[in-house]
């Protein structure tokens, strides 16, 4: 980043914008500032290193139904609508039903997995899942 900075010539990106524009800032200062920043932004983004960042969620053990699926994301919709259009009593009634409807779904997705592992009757499964729901 040292030869980067070292290698601008300094006075061009500040005085040749600056007295062209002289007429619109009598005070070339805020202007001076933007022009360092943009510069000192630009060094930082080509020499240091970071790391890209990606938009996926982080994956919970286990699938879920295909009508849990479709619930969230229906709920996932109608709280998008609901911060757009937050005094529409429609939407939060809506909204309420279906996180009702994802609740009662979730708790049956549970129970049904509780069953099946109890039903395997393998004790190896039982104690991974007790130990997955004690932390």
Partial sequence: MIIYLLGLIWW?????P?????HLHPHP???LLNTFMSVLYTAIDKNVPHRKCTRSRPRHFGHSSRALSKCTAKKRRLWHYLKCNPYDSRAHADYHHCVQQWRRLVKQQQASTEEHIIEANNLGAFY????KHQK
């Fill in 12 to 16: 061009l990106p500040v005085v040749v």
């Fill in 18 to 22: 600056v007295y062209h524009h002289y």
């Fill in 29 to 31: 200062c805020p202007y």
């Fill in 128 to 131: 991974n899942f007790v130990n």
